[in-house]
Nanobody, 120 residues
Framework: QVQLVESGGGSVQAGGSLRLSCAAS?????MGWFRRAPGKEREGVAT???????RYADSVKGRFTISKDRAKNTISLEMNALKSEDTAMYYC?????????????????WGQGTQVTVSS
């Protein structure tokens, strides 16, 4: 069992920045962020493997950066140049696949979610 505690999120105007953080109750090999926009399916945003490998959805490459503080079992998602289409509920997740892919069906644990709203 893993407990995930998310923080950050909120409302910002387009072009602005936000930072999300997620603290896990123990060390995790693969952690990441997913999001679900209204009326859409949940999609992978970014993942961080303990070997340092990161993956990003094409829609956020160059704008979002995922990082990890291993000592604190915490991952963060720095989101810059936010767009209205980034508006969604963002979920911290623990991945189960060896490759730490952006797949919702390869998630073992989910956080409670934190809302990000970008106004144009």
């Amino acid at each position: 069992q893993v407990q995930l505690v998310e923080s950050g999120g909120g409302s910002v105007q387009a072009g602005g920045s936000l930072r999300l953080s997620c603290a896990a109750s123990r060390g995790i090999r693969c952690m990441g962020w997913f999001r679900r926009a209204p009326g859409k399916e949940r999609e992978g945003v970014a993942t961080f493997h303990t070997d340092g490998t990161t993956r990003y959805a094409d829609s956020v490459k160059g704008r979002f950066t995922i990082s990890k503080d291993r000592a604190k079992n915490t991952i963060s998602l720095e989101m810059n140049a936010l767009k209205s289409e980034d508006t969604a509920m963002y979920y911290c997740a623990v991945g189960t696949s060896r490759d730490c892919r952006l797949r919702s069906d390869e998630i073992g644990f989910w956080g409670q979610g934190t809302q990000v709203t970008v106004s144009s």
